[in-house]
């Protein structure tokens, strides 16, 4: 079922890193021309990398739903009507692919496309750095995170796409359209109908502090109560039977040097909020997202299922971060920040594979 690879079982992730980091280099001493193809380049590998996997976590299980789907059963008015899947949306568009392949390699490959296409395109594109976001698409894991979860990678990446403008906009019903087409493929969507109200808030504004002391309580009272209410709250969705019992037993959690990771972009927005004349809307669409992240790895360490629903915020902690840069009025100060970012989510990417995460890689590339 997979499309031939040859020599390919031979690559590792460390390949592909430095290949992409090569091309990295030539963008940012490229004219803008140049730059542009070499970027292009940067996210072919992606794509290409991406659409050849197989044994990476769910990838295996989403392969063979695709193999084993009958397509009429799928695309019928009864189904759409009276069929009882959650998640309907998915089940279309696989069976829209199927009608023209049975290969589940080129499945992947139509997702890899949309997903991290759609997700390199929404972050080079919203900052003026291109480099620097490349570079921490990969080492912050978001570049990672797409190949697992597959539903939920295709939504994060539209949504990061065409949301923040809906929000920009004040496009509500548009928003909300979007939002309950795209929970048609993974349930989880919905959260974002409350998020649109709280996104453009201003940053660090009696909202701010009022979302942090709301949720560090609900933190503090996880294991009193709370855990109990999001437990029942999640039965019936597509997460309920999955990660229910989970959070009653609340014995896993992740590391907590992820949490760390995830409130540096807010550490550093509190610093340089005075420097700052005037916020623009996407800047404050992205420190709401990274601030709702923060709380998400936070509560991670309560119950490992938040983790998944931090994943639709990084990228806007990763745009997040190139603002506060931006924003830094010090030249010098800039650079230094910089070249110590790079280096610490280089240890940071390093240390995530090699300690918490090598096992993700079995059948990665293999056949």
Same mark, same amino acid.
């Given at each position: 079922?997979?499309?031939? !690879? ?79 899947? /959650? ?113 453009? /808030? ?89 601030? !709702? ?41 800039? /650079? ?13 990417? !390093? ?17």
């Amino acid at each position: 079922c997979a499309l031939p !690879i040859t020599g390919m079982e031979r690559l590792d992730w460390w390949h592909v890193i430095f290949f992409i980091i090569l091309i990295l280099l030539l963008v940012y001493f490229s004219e803008y021309t140049r730059a542009k193809v070499f970027e292009f380049l940067a996210c072919a590998i992606m794509i290409i990398v991406s659409g050849l996997r197989h044994g990476y976590i769910d990838t295996r299980a989403y392969r063979q739903g695709f193999l084993s789907m009958d397509v009429s059963s799928v695309l019928n008015v009864d189904f759409l009507l009276h069929g009882t899947s /959650k998640d309907k949306g998915f089940s279309v568009i696989s069976a829209v692919i199927k009608i023209f392949t049975q290969n589940s390699q080129v499945f992947l490959f139509v997702f890899a496309l949309i997903t991290v296409g759609c997700l390199f395109y929404g972050l080079i594109n919203n900052v003026e750095n291109k480099t620097f976001v490349i570079f921490l698409f990969i080492c912050t894991g978001c570049y990672l995170d797409t190949m697992n979860g597959l539903r939920q990678a295709f939504v994060i990446a539209i949504l990061l796409v065409m949301l923040p403008r809906l929000i920009e906009k004040k496009r509500l019903f548009r928003a909300v359209i979007l939002i309950l087409l795209l929970s048609t493929i993974h349930g989880s969507a919905l959260v974002f109908i409350p998020i649109y109200f709280i996104a453009d /808030k201003k940053p660090w504004s009696s909202a701010t502090w009022l979302l942090t002391i709301v949720s560090l309580i609900c933190f503090v009272f996880f294991n009193s109560g709370v855990g109990v209410m999001l437990s029942e709250l999640l039965d019936g969705t597509t997460y309920g039977n999955s990660y229910g019992a989970m959070i009653l037993g609340g014995n896993t959690s992740t590391n907590s040097l992820r949490v760390c990771v995830a409130v540096v972009p807010l550490i550093l927005s509190f610093v340089t909020r005075k420097y700052k004349e005037k916020d623009f809307e996407m800047y404050r669409i992205c420190f709401n997202m990274s601030l !709702i992240n923060g709380f998400c790895w936070l509560f991670s360490l309560r119950v490992i299922f938040f983790y998944r629903l931090a994943a639709y915020f990084q990228p806007y902690m990763i745009l997040l971060f190139c603002y506060e840069l931006y924003f830094l009025k010090n030249t010098n100060n800039r /650079k230094i920040l910089k070249f110590a970012a790079v280096l610490l989510f280089l240890i940071w990417h !390093i240390y995530s594979l090699y300690v918490m995460g090598e096992q993700f890689f079995i059948g990665y590339f293999k056949y």
